[in-house]
Nanobody, 122 residues
Framework: QVRLVESGGGLVQPGGSLTLSCKAS????????MTWHRQAPGKRRELVAA???????NYTDPISGRFAISRDNDRNTVNLQMNSLKPEDTAVYYC????????????????WGKGTLVTVAS
């Protein structure tokens, strides 16, 4: 069984910073791409940032230049450093990982965490 657990959410003032972390545990052989998504109240879940195992990153326009995604392959973790936060960044943030459970698992499986709430308000 594989679990993804996010942490680091909370209340922050506009212009402030937060760092989210997500740790994968369980039956893991290797992890491919890892991503952060978010879902604001009344809106659809959207991709925020992605990182490959090799460290190549991609960001969506709303957060480009303000957020930074990173990962530690030895610890099976992915982080999201969020700077210059805006009220419109308020959302539940979810991590997602493509996990291979064994050396003969060619397809892997996508797993999601349960999310961590980020509220940006004064």
């Amino acid at each position: 069984q594989v679990r993804l657990v996010e942490s680091g959410g909370g209340l922050v003032q506009p212009g402030g910073s937060l760092t989210l972390s997500c740790k994968a545990s369980g039956s893991i052989y290797s992890i491919g791409a890892m991503t952060w998504h978010r879902q604001a109240p009344g809106k659809r879940r959207e991709l925020v940032a992605a990182i490959t195992r090799a460290g190549t990153t991609n960001y969506t326009d709303p957060i480009s230049g303000r957020f930074a995604i990173s990962r530690d392959n030895d610890r099976n973790t992915v982080n999201l450093q969020m700077n210059s936060l805006k009220p419109e960044d308020t959302a539940v943030y979810y991590c997602n990982a493509h996990i291979y459970s064994s050396w003969f698992d060619n397809d892997g499986k996508i797993y999601w965490g349960k999310g961590t709430l980020v509220t940006v308000a004064s």
